[in-house]
């Protein structure tokens, strides 16, 4: 099985940065896609921003023009830099993986908690 462990969440003011990461373990799981997802209280989980294995990348309209995502295949890590960050953003932000062989399995994090403060 996949395990994914996210770093980098903290309290940041409104406008500033931050950087999240992800690392997923090697497996015998191919992943196809790494992404982020967040979850504030009271709220669903929404899509934030993935980028699949090709290097195609998805990004939520909420934080387009100011969220970027990248990864790295070989080491199997996603990163999510937030810039201009508002007060919106606080969440519980989760790595999410997709391995579509040998079989389709979907991957959670534990989640990073990001407080923007105004």
């Known amino acids: 099985q996949v395990q994914l462990v996210e770093s980098g969440g903290g309290l940041v003011q409104a406008g500033g940065s931050l950087r999240l990461s992800c690392t997923a373990s090697r497996s015998t799981f191919s992943i196809s896609f790494m992404g982020w997802y967040r979850q504030a209280p009271g709220k669903q989980r929404e899509f934030v921003a993935n980028?699949?294995?090709?290097?195609?990348?998805y990004y939520a309209d909420s934080v387009k023009g100011r969220f970027t995502i990248s990864g790295d295949n070989a080491k199997n890590t996603v990163d999510l830099l937030m810039n201009n960050v508002k007060v919106e953003d606080t969440a519980t932000y989760y790595c999410?993986?997709?391995?579509?062989?040998?079989?389709?399995?979907?991957?959670w994090g534990q989640g990073t908690q990001v407080t923007v403060s105004s």
């Open positions: 980028r699949a294995r090709g290097g195609n990348i």
């Open positions: 999410h993986a997709e391995a579509t062989s040998p079989y389709i399995k979907n991957f």
